[in-house]
Nanobody, 115 residues
């Protein structure tokens, strides 16, 4: 029901855009979260965009990452600019319900930033 894509290998200072395609019956009723798990570390929240477009970011990515959502495509995006080595990790998208109901997680996509 969720499929993330767009990861890869990029040099420090470069950009990547992650996409998360969501099933149509889920997208409008869920907030969209991006998490990442750096090597050997715990999963951490990177960004969130609410069902009505309110955005929030982790301090470490604020000003460099931009989260968005396109209801016509049932897709959430994470635009990552000025990438740093510490941005390396597996990135996950998640759909968390506005009200009650199940949450959905997609398989991760690897982002590797080389210095």
């Amino acid at each position: 029901q969720l499929q993330a894509s767009g990861g890869g290998l990029v040099q420090a200072g470069g950009s990547l855009r992650l996409s998360c395609v969501v099933s149509e019956n889920i997208f409008s009723s869920h907030h969209m979260f991006w998490y990442r798990q750096p090597p050997g570390k715990q999963r951490e929240q990177v960004a969130v965009i609410s069902s009505i477009g309110i955005k929030n970011y982790a301090g470490s990515v604020k000003g460099r990452f931009t989260v968005s959502r396109d209801s016509a495509k049932n897709t959430a995006y994470l635009q990552m600019n000025s990438l740093k080595g510490e941005d390396t990790g597996v990135y996950f998208c998640a759909a968390i319900p506005v009200r009650s109901g199940p949450s959905y997680w997609g398989p991760g996509t690897q982002v590797t930033v080389s210095s």
